[in-house]
């Protein structure tokens, strides 16, 4: 079993079982490796005559470095409390509130380990580390819960103006760890959290689908880029990207997918926990085709488009070949999100009926689908047009 080093810890691979690399340096540091692909640092540790494992936090969350002087301290730690205090030494003075609050850095490890990845799906885990470890944890890290003030979030979330919807998500999530904070009572049940009454930017609601000729023009990219690894492009996300096209899946469902949820047999895809709930998908043919070449690459990851170290693709690591590719094609206001409203849009203009395509988005209400009745209504109203026309035409040489 190789040593748990920085090296090591990169290149850490998931296997069909758990299991765990050991520091050389540091006794009781150690890696845990998952078989979904995540990685956690572990601290272990003896006391009270029993063997005790501490998470001090994801691979995301730490650096090698950060996580192993967490051990290091937390090892000293518990050495003091079982040697105890000093002979003679003055006990110490009771704590004072602002002492027993933690920084909102050491909270977040806590939120991510008691919340994030015990009530959470993968994606959105993975969401949140993200968000913890790029936009909240960099400005609040090291100050402490009460210190934060309203003002500084008001502030923190106006300047994530170029990207509102993770301005957004980051307030919500932020305001989610405060909540956590009064429930676990860290925080007194009346405190104000600094979140409250911060506005949110507006949702820009809008609907953009691809025209024929811009179907065109991105799947013949794709291919491509499927086809020879070209660009820069990992076949990986490439494949994920054809999959959303062809499919209307959400990105944390391809992202999620793991070969435990194909169903070959029937050609479906069974997804135990989606945004709505447990819920099955029919696979096109071109669908089916995709996955089988996927199968191909014979990849020992469980994630159907895995990284290069067989975790789960993040989802603002695929936005961002998402923003490359639609820059070479030519279709710079197409959001990710779009490939699934251009899929819909599709299948109506197929005559599939609004109900069935419901069904196959997942749409756990039909008023959600009814957002695609005016499509309907424009290839209805082309279809009457072009009626006319023949009928018209029809009529005039009958005259004749």
Not at 130 to 152: H, K, N, S, W
């Amino acid at each position: 079993m190789p040593t748990l080093t920085q090296r090591a810890a990169d290149r850490a691979r998931p296997r069909a079982r758990r299991y765990e690399l050991t520091c050389a340096t540091v006794r009781g540091f150690i890696l845990r490796v998952l078989p979904s692909g995540r990685k956690a640092y572990y601290v272990r540790y003896r006391t009270g005559g029993r063997d005790l494992r501490e998470r001090l936090g994801s691979t995301i969350e730490l650096t090698f470095v950060e996580a192993r002087r967490r051990a290091i301290a937390r090892l000293a730690e518990v050495r003091a409390a079982e040697e105890g205090p000093p002979a003679r030494a003055p006990l110490p003075e009771a704590a004072s509130p602002r002492r027993q609050t933690p920084r909102l850095r050491e909270f977040a490890a806590r939120f991510v380990a008691q919340h994030v990845d015990v009530r959470l799906k993968p994606t959105t885990q993975l969401k949140y580390r993200q968000l913890l470890r790029t936009a909240i944890l960099p400005t609040f890290g090291e100050q402490r819960m009460d210190e934060i003030r309203r003002a500084a979030v008001v502030r923190w979330h106006a300047s994530m103006v170029k990207t509102p919807g993770e301005a957004n998500n980051a307030l919500t999530l932020l305001k989610s760890v405060y909540a956590r904070a009064k429930e676990w009572d860290v925080l007194d049940e009346a405190f104000a959290a600094p979140t409250s009454r911060v506005k949110r930017f507006p949702d820009r609601a809008r609907e953009r689908f691809l025209t024929p000729d811009e179907r065109r023009r991105l799947e013949g990219f794709l291919e491509r880029a499927h086809e020879h690894d070209r660009g820069g492009f990992r076949w990986e996300s490439i494949c994920a990207l054809r999959l959303l096209a062809h499919t209307g899946m959400r990105r944390g469902e391809v992202l999620g997918l793991t070969w435990a949820m194909v169903d070959w047999r029937h050609q479906v895809l069974r997804l135990p926990d989606s945004k709505t709930g447990r819920r099955v998908v029919p696979l096109s043919p071109q669908a089916v085709a995709l996955l089988r070449a996927a199968a191909a690459r014979e990849n020992p990851s469980p994630y159907v488009v895995p990284t290069s170290t067989g975790g789960p693709i993040g989802g603002a690591n695929l936005t961002h070949t998402w923003m490359r590719i639609r820059r070479r094609v030519g279709l710079e206001d197409v959001r990710l999100h779009d490939l699934r409203h251009s899929a819909a849009s599709d299948a109506i203009n197929a005559g599939v009926p609004l109900a069935v395509i419901g069904r196959i988005l997942g749409h756990r209400k039909p008023s959600t689908t009814q957002r695609y009745a005016h499509i309907s209504d424009d290839a209805l109203a082309k279809g009457v047009a072009l009626m006319g026309a023949v009928i018209e035409r029809h009529s005039k040489g009958a005259k004749r």
